[in-house]
């Protein structure tokens, strides 16, 4: 079992950054993939990305390839996704989820939010143009 909680959110400029933050409990969390979500007004919640229980392995959906990044620090069961270039179309509530193993990563599957055990109560981000 493990229990998630999200900071980090906020309004920003178009163009601005933001980190976010998911503080994780428990003394496995390396034995956790880590992804992030994000769910806008009356959109389906979206796969962000996600990150292996070493970190050694990242993945990100197309939509913030190159302006997002996902890293951990295992020493603080803490993952992180650092949000730069944003743009308005980020807006969205923004999940931390867990899953054990790295079978969640394998492709086709790390995109599916009903395959993720554990979620965080989520953390609004608002670009404004």
């Known amino acids: 079992q493990v229990q998630l909680v999200e900071s980090g959110g906020g309004l920003v400029q178009a163009g601005g950054s933001l980190r976010l933050s998911c503080a994780a409990s428990?003394?496995?969390?390396?034995?956790?993939?880590m992804g992030w979500f994000r769910q806008a007004p009356g959109k389906e919640r979206e796969f962000v990305a996600a990150?292996?229980?070493?970190?050694?392995?990242?993945f990100y959906a197309d939509s913030v390839k190159g302006r997002f990044t996902i890293s951990r620090d295992n020493a603080k069961n803490t993952v992180y996704l650092q949000m730069n270039s944003l743009k308005p179309e980020d807006t969205a509530v923004y999940y931390c989820?867990?899953?054990?193993?790295?079978?969640?990563?394998?492709?086709?599957?790390?995109?599916?939010?009903?395959?993720?055990?554990?979620w965080g109560q989520g953390t609004q981000v608002t670009v404004s143009s």
């Open positions: 989820a867990a899953e054990v193993g790295s079978v969640i990563l394998s492709v086709g599957t790390r995109t599916s939010p009903h395959r993720w055990s554990y």
């Open positions: 990150i292996s229980g070493s970190g050694g392995s990242t």
């Open positions: 428990g003394r496995t969390f390396s034995s956790y993939a």
